[in-house]
């Protein structure tokens, strides 16, 4: 057969595109780097890393900048690094205790973000969006930039399963939401957006933030777990977040572990999250739960300091850890567990109690070992998993959202 000429440019056109992603992929997540060690990591020419860089600092995506001098002869090489000056997105954390709005630059840098705290009868949806709309108006978001920047999208994390298509949250049990929520529709409405918006879970953002600059970095499969008021978590598998057939994966906190256990917040009963996290926790060290971030603080001071009743609230901590912690070991078959938010606070705590479980939930004949390690990007991580989100379509196609 002979090749149709119609169609080799746009050939040409999509190697250049997929080329343009993976220089640009390269340098948001292994920082700045010189055009040699661009040809290195990519396999691509030195003509065509030339060009592509070339294109990426006309796009205002990166910038190049001259290398210090290493004594060797020469002019130098140039070094290119991501623009962090031109673009960003705006990222939204929507959470029980509180409500979180960033700039984010390309990078996963958060340039500026400000919180607000609030209790939990101010969770409604009415006060959610006016709330976030209050603080965008803190960064000077306009519907098309903020911060001084041009915005290419909106990332919200959400605490509850979201539907991609169409950002609809399902439920937001810990937030009072029961019913369906067009969360995506409302915020873009409210803040009359000139940009995408998009939505996603807190925790399920959170793994992509580890996996790409965080903990989990140089691993393609990772399990991460998020403990506060409620228990979320992420999966990694080939270096991809799993979402599932709708976008509900992930609900980590609410894998059935005890047949016996008391009533959840999301209907059932016996959920890992009646059994960790920041309710269970107090619960069980006789300490009154009022979004205890502030009382766990005081909690771990006690099992530090050798109070009996803290250190077994700490010791089944980690045993129900261990226990859902084995199954997903067995169900993933990870490189790492990364633990954040409570968990990374309090894992030096519950690490021998917790470790113990998994060894004695082992599966016996597999030669493995999997480290559980605490998050690095707290209190950061939800902030920058919602960015991740929002840049998704630029770093798939950088030359043709960029110029939209």
């Given at each position: 057969m002979i090749p149709d000429s119609n169609t080799a440019p746009l050939r040409a056109q999509n190697l250049r595109r997929t080329n343009l992603a993976v220089v640009l992929d390269q340098l948001r997540r292994h920082g700045p780097h010189s055009r040699s060690r661009l040809v290195d990591a990519t396999g691509l020419t030195r003509s065509a890393i030339g060009g592509l860089v070339e294109e990426l600092v006309g796009l205002e995506l990166a910038s190049e900048v001259a290398s210090a001098p290493d004594g060797s002869p020469g002019r130098p090489s140039p070094v290119a690094q991501i623009d962090t000056s031109h673009v960003a997105v705006l990222a939204v954390d929507i959470g029980v205790d509180g409500i979180g709005v960033a700039t984010v630059a390309l990078d996963g840098t958060v340039i500026r973000s400000v919180r607000l705290v609030r209790t939990q009868d101010r969770a409604s949806l009415a006060e959610t969006i006016i709330d976030v709309v209050s603080l965008t108006r803190r960064l000077g978001f306009t519907g098309a930039s903020a911060s001084g920047r041009r915005l290419m999208a909106v990332g919200v994390a959400v605490p509850g399963p979201v539907r991609e298509h169409d950002n609809l949250v399902a439920a937001a049990p810990n937030l009072g939401w029961t019913d369906g929520v067009r969360l995506g529709q409302l915020l873009s409405e409210a803040l009359e957006c000139e940009v995408?918006?998009?939505?996603?879970?807190?925790?399920?953002?959170?793994?992509?933030?580890?996996?790409?600059?965080?903990?989990?970095?140089?691993?393609?499969?990772?399990?991460?777990?998020?403990?506060?008021?409620?228990?979320?978590?992420?999966?990694?598998?080939?270096?991809?977040?799993?979402?599932?057939?709708?976008?509900?994966?992930?609900?980590?906190?609410?894998?059935?572990?005890?047949?016996?256990?008391?009533?959840?917040?999301?209907?059932?009963?016996?959920?890992?999250?009646?059994?960790?996290?920041?309710?269970?926790?107090?619960?069980?060290?006789?300490?009154?739960?009022?979004?205890?971030?502030?009382?766990?603080?005081?909690?771990?001071?006690?099992?530090?300091?050798?109070?009996?009743?803290?250190?077994?609230?700490?010791?089944?901590?980690?045993?129900?850890?261990?226990?859902?912690?084995?199954?997903?070991?067995?169900?993933v078959d990870p490189e790492i567990v990364v633990l954040g938010g409570l968990f990374s606070q309090i894992l030096e705590q519950v690490r021998e109690s917790m470790e113990a479980e998994v060894e004695r939930r082992r599966f016996h004949g597999i030669d493995r070992a999997v480290p559980i390690v605490a998050a690095s990007l707290d209190p950061d991580v939800t902030f920058i998993g919602a960015a991740e989100l929002a840049y998704e379509a630029l770093a798939a196609d950088p030359a043709g959202v960029a110029i939209t």
């Open positions: 995408p918006l998009l939505v996603g879970n807190e925790s399920d953002l959170g793994a992509l933030a580890e996996a790409r600059y965080g903990a989990g970095v140089g691993a393609d499969h990772m399990v991460y777990l998020h403990g506060e008021v409620g228990v979320g978590g992420g999966l990694i598998v080939r270096g991809r977040r799993i979402s599932g057939h709708l976008g509900y994966a992930g609900e980590i906190g609410h894998l059935p572990v005890n047949p016996d256990g008391i009533d959840c917040r999301c209907g059932s009963n016996g959920c890992w999250e009646t059994e960790v996290g920041e309710a269970a926790l107090l619960r069980r060290a006789g300490v009154g739960f009022d979004h205890g971030s502030d009382r766990v603080a005081l909690l771990v001071a006690a099992a530090e300091a050798g109070d009996p009743d803290a250190r077994h609230a700490m010791e089944e901590e980690g045993r129900w850890l261990g226990i859902g912690i084995s199954g997903l070991i067995n169900l």
